[in-house]
């Protein structure tokens, strides 16, 4: 009897899932996404086949439990998705972890595993705390399945000591875990392997810079299909700006905001602790504290509403520029592509449109109308540079975390 994969991706604010089928590679069977936890009344989106429904819920789902609980519930027991009727039906449950400190691969969870990584809890509440909630769930209520956990931050355990390091006093960096991780490698794992292929080269010979740019938005340097840097740090407040994230500012500046820095946050509860400066820089800041929306759709459009949505998407361009810069200058120069994914790269025609003509001087030219089009629904990458260009390429990937979470899956337990 075959059995299923699900795969799930919790945010603070929403919590996805999909289901797999279990071979290589694995074939989407349903997705479903309920956001606007934090912002009642959630949103449900369904997708089942050609099947789609978008619903405001009346349940009262607070927490990513609810949500999850929800989902599951609402999948089993879809008479038009008989395939997964109870967890009897789920072979693995892979769950994505954005702090992963030290760990170099997925895991397994077990009661060790599992302590592990709620002694890590401390490093990255705010974006740990949703999975490990859920975790925590499957574990009691669906003890029959294997739950195994991605780490964002695995991808980016080649960076080089120098860059991982902070210059700080090293015996108290070393005893607090206190360095560079980098975050969105799920994401950048998929973007690697579908760009090289895309490519006609093998990964280990694949240099790339690379933007997630989603609500939460980083850049990864890639050298011999390796991160070699990446725009994230200890957590993911550092390097770009985003939906409600201030991205790299001086660290001295929390405290000229305010004098409550160091205090709990009123946002903290029982089980997840977070300081004021924390709250403040993670979920006050960014998008939101510049023209009151989280959506960078509604930010950039070629006449913005407002002086300060235009201030938004100039900051936004000024400070990938300069880690594309940066990247290109430690790879040498010998880039094969920029490479632009998550929502706001994939969606953006004119922010891909303003930062390709400001990387002009390394050669990069684009295709206008394939720029304007974007990729078709199933296209994994997308071209859009301009032939005869002499630097790198410009490509569009459509990256996709749980269906990485369910490959990897299937290529290493069957
Ligand atoms: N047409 C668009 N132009 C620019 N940005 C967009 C557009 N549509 C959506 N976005 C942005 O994409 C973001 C979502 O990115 P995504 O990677 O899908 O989500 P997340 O980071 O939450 O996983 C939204 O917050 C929104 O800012
Ligand atoms: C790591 C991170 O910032 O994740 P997200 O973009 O999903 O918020
Ligand atoms: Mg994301």
Known sequence: MPKYILAVNAGSSSVKVTFYTFENPPKPIADAQVSGITAPPPALKYQRGPVKIKEKLEENLSTPQDAFKYILKRCFNDPELSEVASDADLAYICHRVVHGGDYKDSVTITDETLHHLEALEDLAPLHNFSALEIIRLCKKELPS????????????????????TYPINQEIARANGL???GFHGISYSFILRSVAQFLGKPIEQTNLIAMHLGSGASICAIKDGKSIDTSMGLTPLAGLPGATR??????????????EAGKLSPASTKEMHISTAEEILN???GWKA???????GEIAVENPPSEAHKLAFDILVDRILGYIGSYYLKLNGEVD???FAGGIGEKSALLRRTLSEKCQSLGVKINLEANENGPEENETVKDISKGGGKGPRVLICQTNEQFEMAYHTVCSQS
């Open 145 to 164: 399945v294997a739950s195994i956990t991605f780490f964002d931050s695995a991808f980016h355990q080649t960076m080089p000591l120098h860059v991982k």
């Open 179 to 181: 360095r560079k991780y």
């Open 246 to 259: 201030s991205g790299s500012i001086d660290p001295s500046l929390v405290f000229h905001y305010t004098n």
């Open 283 to 285: 979920k006050k800041s």
């Open 290 to 296: 510049l023209t009151g929306t989280t959506d960078f």
């Open 337 to 339: 592509a920029l490479v």
